[in-house]
């Protein structure tokens, strides 16, 4: 079967009798279970997906077909379906099943998306390799000595080797976009409110945000017409109505944009990354677009804020897996309170509890007002001189990250290094703003790497469509 880029072609085969459901989630079986080294899934569903593909080809027969009928989805162990486990890629969240499913999980299945299976990922959506999942890292398909990039790193493995379509992940400070950076897929983080988050496992509420992973934009596009929106059952969702993505695709003006200096220039910055980030600019001048440096002299203060403040969510929100509301519960533990810390220490990662101590000693009394009050306050700074920007620019771009897919165990031991990753991602989740990555980039030692574009509050439409403007005649990289 040929490899497929997008919902529309696959649509139109469907059209054509070319393809059937069926045979679509046939094909994606037998390769989940050729790429299985990948360690990309964590559970296929595999005789459900393949009932819903039978039962989906009878509803097109009878034109009842949703939106999405051919779109088959893997979806990040964060995000939960009812009646299906979902571990957050963790010991402590073991054999749990949902109970009910996450708003866009329902929309998404409303819509006749098939899910075929549930995705490996960074403990509690933390890391930046998917070398912190309780179940072993994800290899890169495009070079299996090297991770994938985290933390939704079983989502972009999937989508870049072809086991699904198209896969949901979560983005805290980057993991739609850095780990799409590293396997060359399209990643869209949505502004903060855009996209519901009810039952998606809450890492750092302020910051969390569901969002698809595509080898195109119009599936994104596509993708987001069909999840975003208000929710009863998230008071953070916006009410604002969601534009018709995929159908205001197709833009002619020229647009103004703005790098930040000071993130081209950055020391840790692989040059040809910065070589080609000026080239792509030089271009775009060329077709006669805006494109001008502007300076942003809080860089140095994002990775210090968000791992402030993240950590300080993160510990209050993992304060509910004690071994008594949910999952494992220690078999050592005699009494309440060494039921609490031995399930949390047999059940926690490393990394999780590095985050929970870091979290809870910035709340502590004596040190709040000067972490965690004080980070609060740049994030405003950072909050208003990003808008700042984009009231006089379009979008804001940048690299997605400073390198390409580093080597597994590279990192692992210096978690400063890895939280270096995150330079330029966080910026948009302490904004709240909407954020992409498109892989534009390809690196003379083979490997892709994403280009960023930052646009402004709840403009998903405008950024997608430049997106697929620039992203129109070049080669997605995957
Ligand atoms: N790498 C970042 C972190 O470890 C971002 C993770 C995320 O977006 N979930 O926190």
Avoid at 42 to 65: F, H, P, R, T
């Amino acid at each position: 079967m040929q490899t497929y880029t997008s919902l529309i072609q696959i649509q139109e085969n469907i059209k054509a009798k070319k393809v059937s459901c069926l045979e679509l989630v046939n094909y994606y079986l037998n390769r989940i279970e050729q790429h299985k080294n990948l360690n990309a899934f964590l559970e296929v569903y595999k005789d459900e997906a393949l009932k819903a593909a039978e039962q989906l080809d009878q509803k097109i027969a009878q034109g009842k077909a949703g939106k999405l009928a051919g779109m088959v989805i893997g979806i990040k162990d964060n995000i939960c379906y009812k009646n299906h486990k979902c571990s957050a890629g963790s010991k402590i969240l073991e054999g749990f099943t949902s109970l009910y499913s996450a708003t866009v999980v329902e929309r998404l299945l409303n819509e006749d998306a098939i899910i075929i299976g549930r995705l490996n990922c960074d403990e509690f959506g933390m890391g930046s390799s998917n070398e912190n999942s309780a179940y072993g890292p994800v290899l890169n398909p495009l070079d299996t000595t090297r991770v994938s990039g985290g933390s939704s790193g079983g989502s972009v493995a999937a989508v870049c080797a072809d086991l699904c379509l198209a896969a949901l992940g979560t983005d805290t400070g980057g993991s739609i976009r850095q780990p799409s950076s590293f396997c060359g897929t399209v990643g869209l983080k949505p502004s903060y409110g855009r996209v519901s988050r009810w039952g998606a496992i809450a890492y750092a509420s302020s910051f969390d945000q569901i969002g698809p992973i595509t080898k195109s934009v119009e599936d994104i596009a596509i993708m987001m017409e069909v999840m975003a929106g208000k929710d009863g059952f998230d008071s953070t969702a916006s009410s604002k109505p969601v534009p018709n993505y995929s159908q205001e695709l197709g833009m002619n003006k020229k647009i103004k944009l703005a790098y930040i200096k000071e993130c081209l220039e950055s020391k840790g910055l692989d040059s040809e990354i910065q070589k080609q980030m000026y080239a792509f600019i030089e271009n775009l001048k060329k077709e006669g677009h805006i494109v001008e440096p502007v300076s942003f002299d809080l860089l140095n203060f994002l990775i210090p804020t968000y791992y402030v403040l993240t950590t300080a969510e993160a510990s209050s929100n993992l304060s509910r897996y004690d071994g008594v509301h949910y999952g494992y519960r220690s078999p050592n533990a005699i009494d309440l309170e060494s039921t609490y810390k031995r399930s949390r220490t047999e059940g926690f990662g490393k990394e999780v509890k590095r985050r929970i101590m870091l979290g809870t000693f910035v709340l502590s009394a004596g040190y709040y007002d000067a972490y965690y009050a004080k980070a609060q306050k740049v994030r405003n700074l950072i909050r208003i001189k990003t808008n700042e920007i984009l009231s006089q620019y379009d979008f804001i771009l940048t690299p997605t990250t400073p390198t390409t897919a580093f080597k597994l165990g590279e990192k692992t031991t210096d978690p400063l290094t890895m939280y270096l990753e995150d330079i330029f991602t966080v910026q948009a989740p302490l904004a709240g703003l909407p954020a992409i990555s498109l892989p534009l980039g390809k690196h003379s030692n083979g490997l892709p790497f994403g280009f960023q574009l930052m646009g402004s509050m709840l403009q998903e439409d405008t950024l997608l469509n430049f997106s697929h403007y620039i992203t129109r005649k070049e080669n997605l990289f995957c």
